[in-house]
């Protein structure tokens, strides 16, 4: 299956930490993504792992762990602006050399004063 | 400045109507994608095509048509054959692998079209 599991919505609060977790099951990929959404606006690139382990990218981070199909974006020092939808996209093996990105439904994350 | 142009941004049509919605790239990419998105749902693949004069369905092909006649355009076609096609629209582009300069594989999207069709 390309089951991909998020939670719905999450709050924090400004200059808090927030984790948004991810997980999938997948037959295979070699990749997964992370991209921010405001509403009514395109996805924008935030992370992309190919490797288990932390990527470290300013406020962002994201980890991956392919054998236990799990990842998470964590965001620090909260603004404002970061309330938006978080979009997890595995890549799979079988995407044919190409990105055949499955997204996940998205976390939507309401940052509070 | 390069970038994805989608328009317009907002399209109304009435049932039975076949509606086509406009995508460009200056991006020189070679692949380009149209996702559909519902409210509460992620991003579902429509059509894609690694190179021009070349395209492959998605998981929800049925109802759509597109063409690559160039590299920098991808339109659209929402035929009256979708049975549902109020949605909000993103076409997005990528590089070809082993191009790109990396292992970022990532997909450029533009600002969408919100299509409602009464």
């Known amino acids: 299956g390309q089951n991909i599991d998020q939670p719905t919505e999450m709050t924090a609060t400004e200059g808090a930490i927030v984790q948004i977790n991810c997980t999938y099951q997948?037959?295979?990929?070699?990749?997964l993504f992370w991209y921010q959404q405001h509403a009514g606006e395109a996805p924008t690139f935030l992370s992309y792992?190919?490797?288990?382990g932390l990527e470290e990218k300013g406020r962002f981070s994201s980890f991956l762990s392919r054998s236990k199909g799990y990842s998470y974006l964590l965001l620090k020092e909260l603004q404002m602006k970061d309330s938006a939808s978080y979009l997890c996209?595995?890549?799979?093996?079988?995407?044919?050399?190409?990105?055949?990105?499955?997204f996940g439904a998205g976390t939507r994350l309401a940052v509070h004063p | 400045d390069g970038g994805i142009t989608q328009s317009p941004k907002y399209l109304f049509r009435k049932e039975g109507q076949n509606v086509t919605l406009s995508c460009e790239q200056n991006?020189?990419?070679?692949?380009m994608y149209w996702y559909r998105q519902d409210p509460g749902q992620g991003l579902r693949l429509i059509y894609y095509?690694?190179?021009?004069?070349?395209?492959q369905k998605g998981d929800i092909a049925e109802g759509y048509s597109v063409s690559r006649e160039k590299k920098e355009s991808f339109p659209l076609t929402v035929t009256s054959a979708q049975k549902n096609p109020t949605a909000f629209y993103l076409c997005a582009s990528s590089p070809r692998p082993g191009l790109a300069g990396g292992f970022s594989y990532e997909q450029y999207f533009g600002p969408g079209t919100r299509l409602t069709v009464t």
């Open positions: 996209a595995p890549r799979p093996i079988n995407s044919g050399g190409y990105n055949k990105l499955i």
């Open positions: 991006l020189n990419h070679d692949a």
């Open positions: 095509s690694q190179i021009v004069n070349d395209f």
């Open positions: 997948t037959s295979g990929f070699n990749g």
């Open positions: 792992n190919v490797l288990d």
